[in-house]
């Protein structure tokens, strides 16, 4: 055997071991993170901080599958943000009107979601670059419109008013505040963990192929725009369970759930938190609300606030929070192996 | 085989392809030559789905490749390398290799498993060694040299097994040394692994030396087949492209 070969010999298992073992250590961290914010209530009163949470659960959701589209697939998308709207006002919907239980009202919602995205999905992901990030976003207008405009089924510029039923399941009791926040940890994680496990699998690196250079993965054999509507469709899935987060939390759904600057959230976090790590839009989303909560408190001029913000983030680091920080350990640690 | 039969495109009132009748046999090794506009890469974007054909028939051991799309084409079994080496910039060379092999294995689209699956790494591995790219698999494709980013585009259609293998001006954009190890390697690939291969070419002390087999083609219809002797003394492709420098009394 020569030299070469026996490194790769050495190198491939190695590789491929390290690959199958980080499945288990994503879902070891997973656990790890869902017990920490479980015990969370016990440790803490403040129902401020379980709110946060929450809406942490609900646009971390969001932003990390917009992220699929943004950051693996190079598909920078203006509307994804209807995704979440359609999971509010499904969810809502559902259990006004039909008094379906709660799992069954989920599973029907993400039903629905699924086929909505695969008729929005078929027509946009044939677009290429800003004609299908305007698309999206014309999609999203139509959707927000038919909101506005079909009074008698949305409640129009007023949502859904009443409150949204929470049956009790399995004894659970989305009624009750602590139960809201454990379902929706449980959500948050679970769906993040999918999400991993997507980006980490073959689909993902067909993904980060279409993104550096669809026309090549194309003369590889790969369809691509198969690829594109899947991950299309599966981003709206985890949007939507977002959405359904939101609903739950709020009782109700809005048009602004399903307005375009939903979508302008979703990108602002991924450039906050960053797009080439995982974990960017969650750290995204937990600034953007940190930033939200203590400058609206602050000031009337919130917007002038995150616009120097994105400013800062964009012209001064050039990049998210995650990617700076995940560079800057890089080059710290090359330094020092030197 | 491949049966290239009246094979015609034209863009508006230009004949970029014009009529275009060929055959390759299999195992052969052929070299398509023609000054700039000649219609060359245009053939290649027929034969491999970049374009959709006028008219016309390319026959891959009888079926019909005519209008197909790319992925459709490239499981038929034929690959190709592009002039500007095309690869995926932010992969390394292993990751690139072996998720060319998942597509090629129809595992592209898998969401339960991890990436790399232990069914691709044969393969890719052996893609890696032919193009004396395995002591770079852990380099970023950005990173690698002109050289190595062109070995990775042939490396990526290899891989996939191909019965006929294209490559778009392999030399293209290398310094004279560069030049001559790429086309050893073209040359060494087409000995070992007896597969058609077809390639583009301007240089014509390269295509003299290693070519069994040239195309000559001019306004998109071919002026001349043959060895390369016969070429050598064809008047019309002394006339339209080799001028006096490469005809048969200036090799002697």
Known sequence: MTELQAEQAAVVPRIESQSQRSRYIDVLIALAAFAVLAIL????????????????????????????????????????????????????LIMQRTGLPVPVAFVATLVITTLIAAVIGAICVRLKEIYFAFVTLAFQMLIHSTILSWVSLTG?????????????????????????????????????????????????????????????????????WRAKLTIFVLAALFASTGGIIMALFVSGAYPEFAYWTISGEGIFINMLGGVTTFLGPMVGTVLLLILNDTVTRLTEYYGIVLGIVILFFAIGLRKGLMDFVVEWYARRRDGSGK | MLEIRSLSKSFGGVKATDNVTLDFAD?????????????KSTFFNLITGALRPDSG????????????????????????????????????????????????????????????????RDRAEHAMELLGLASKRNRIAATLSHGD???????????????????????????????????????ELWETQ????????????????????????????????????????????????????HHAGAAV
């Open chain 2, 149 to 187: 980013q062109k070995l990775l585009d042939i490396a990526l259609a290899l891989v996939l097994d191909p019965k006929v293998l294209l490559l778009d001006e392999p030399t293209a954009g290398m310094g004279t040394e560069e030049r001559w190890r790429m086309i050893d390697k073209v040359r």
């Open chain 2, 194 to 245: 007896k597969i058609t291969v077809v390639f583009i070419e301007h240089d014509m002390d390269i295509v003299f030396k290693i070519a069994p087999e040239i195309v000559v083609l001019c306004y998109g219809r071919i002026l001349a087949t043959g060895t390369p002797d016969a070429i050598r003394r064809n008047e019309a492709v002394i006339d339209a492209y080799l001028g006096t420098e």
């Open chain 2, 57 to 120: 028939q390319i026959l891959l051991n009888g079926v019909d490749m005519a209008g197909r799309s790319p992925p459709e084409i490239v499981r038929h079994g034929i690959g190709r390398a592009f002039q500007v080496a095309s690869i995926f910039p932010s992969l390394t060379v292993q990751e690139t290799m072996l998720a060319a092999v998942c597509a090629d294995q129809r595992r592209a689209s898998v969401l339960h498993r991890r990436f790399p699956l232990a069914e691709t």
């Open chain 1, 156 to 224: 129009g510029d007023q949502g859904l008013r009443g409150g949204i039923p929470r049956p009790a399941f399995f004894g659970i009791d989305l009624s009750n505040h602590v139960h809201l926040y454990i379902t929706s940890c449980a959500l948050l994680v679970i769906g993040l963990l999918l999400m991993r496990q997507i980006a980490q699998s073959p689909f993902g690196y067909t993904l980060r192929m279409i993104r550096d250079n669809a026309t090549r993965a194309s003369f590889i054999g790969i369809d691509v």
């Open chain 1, 41 to 92: 209530p016990m440790l803490t009163g403040s129902k401020a901080l379980l709110d946060f949470v929450i809406r942490c659960s609900a646009f971390g959701l969001f932003a990390t599958s917009l992220n699929l589209l943004v950051g693996f697939t190079g598909l920078v998308s203006f509307g994804h943000g209807m995704f979440f709207g359609l999971g509010a006002y499904g969810f809502g």
């Open chain 2, 27 to 39: 195992g052969s090794l052929t070299a398509v030559i023609g000054p700039n506009g000649a219609g």
